[in-house]
DNA sequence: TAGTGGTCTAGACCACAAA
DNA sequence: TTGTGGTCTAGACCACTAA
């Protein structure tokens, strides 16, 4: 059995006799063809008749799902000319989770790693309460000093609910992403998030790490993200260097 | 004619010989309900049949409407139930465009204002770059500390092309906020915002006007606003108090 | 049981872009 | 002219909630 072959991921055919909606099994085929990069940026997706023929949908579900993938800003639509896979957005960290790689990718930035701490603990009682655990529960614990070409960006300070994923520190983090170590060996994946955002004071340990004097500026980011079965799974705290990291986001009014 | 009886807002009715899809004249309709705050949150929307037969409207289009409030975070479906109006949401400043009172009045304070400076000037060059103006062009310049409860939490810079809203520095800008005298006296409406979010450390006088110590961390808070047509009308700069404000959303996978 | 939203179909006609 | 997405209709059957 080989696993590249067979991924965990999403199936490529629809199943008329699963109970899963017929628009939710197309939108994760068709979310697949992208994120797995199947589907490039720029690339036009097939055109709505096609995909009713494809896969046997009245066009107002294939509709129902090209508006979910526009939603999720995988996608967009031009009258008369076609549905195409968006450019990256730059919607930076605010509206879909990413991973620091990702980020970093985004923003043609360099990234690297280097793993400060890796143990498991008893949850503290703060960390307790977001992860929705008993205190002194075991948590895998996970501090990681984040690189931007080579220069100190951020330090992620990550708490995971250790009997969701076993052993989840004994694989390399200096070099893989997080998330995906959980999605590919424990199945988890990370569909929803909470995050708050802050302005604060860079503490002794911080400014030593970071590289920054004192007391510098830092955007702090605190996120819990959760399955699509709304578990918590991660509390993840994140500082990064207020001279050398912006957010960015669009509104509605 | 009196505004009060024919308010320059939403219709109340379907025009079917508008070129205006009968989509939107319903999604203006419904939102301008929940708005104006003649439905209130927690209040059931009408059944999707009622308004199929009240407008006269299919129920797919009916439900293509639905679907943009539930999307705008406006109102919620409950199956079985109905659909109701969403209680103000937590997702403070990082999906809609609030203004300071209401961002306070969903945060339970008490808002409060002072002008520190209201003047026309020539737009500078970084300014007139994000405006999309010359540099030179006329701008309204208005510069408001923010209070919370009384205490001082943020210093508002904001520069509008005067062009667009002649005499927009005339009006009180200490009790009545910015955007309704532009919606209501100018009909400028702004529909789209784009902003970058950054820790930077309080200069001399803004820390002062905030009574923090100099360099103490600060959210800083750029953003330009457009109409519907695209055009920007609004430069503005926020610096919040790192201690006493933060932002809150969510993220999907 | 009655009323609600959730899913899905098979059409129709239109506006726009590109050849 | 052809092919694309945009708008809209009139149904159907289902799942869930509350009385």
């Known amino acids: 059995m080989n696993l590249a072959q067979l991924p965990a991921g999403p199936a490529n055919s629809i199943d008329r006799g699963s109970k899963v909606p017929l628009y939710h099994q197309l939108y994760e085929i068709l979310r697949g ?3 797995t990069c199947q589907w490039k940026p720029g690339d036009m997706v097939p055109p709505e008749s096609q995909l009713v023929d494809q ?8 509709r129902q799902v090209l508006d979910m993938l526009v939603n999720d800003g995988l996608v967009f ?8 896979v968006t450019q990256p957005t730059l919607n930076h960290g605010l509206s879909r989770i990413l991973s620091f790689t990702e980020d970093m990718r985004q923003r043609g930035l360099t990234p690297g790693t280097r793993v400060l701490l890796s143990e498991v603990v008893g949850a503290p009682l703060e960390v307790a309460d977001h992860l929705n655990v008993l205190p002194g529960v075991e948590l895998a614990h996970l501090k990681r000093l984040r690189l931007a070409n080579g220069e100190p960006l951020s330090v992620e300070d990550s708490y995971l609910v250790h009997r969701y ?7 390399d983090y200096a070099s893989s992403p997080l998330r ?7 199945s988890l994946r990370l569909s929803r998030a909470q995050q708050t955002i802050q302005a604060v004071a860079a503490p002794k340990e911080l400014a030593r790490l970071l590289d920054v004097r004192l007391n510098a500026p830092m955007l702090h980011i605190e996120r819990v993200s959760y399955t699509p079965q ?7 705290h994140v500082f990064h260097r207020g001279d050398r990291y912006a957010l960015y986001n669009e509104l509605l009014g």
């Open 230 to 236: 709304d578990v918590p799974v991660e509390l993840l």
């Open 180 to 186: 995906e170590t959980l999605e590919r060996r424990y």
């Open 165 to 171: 994923c076993p052993g989840v520190l004994e694989h």
């Open 33 to 35: 063809q992208i994120v």
């Open 77 to 84: 639509r031009q009258r008369g000319r076609g549905t195409f």
């Open 55 to 62: 896969y046997d949908i009245s066009r107002t579900t294939v």
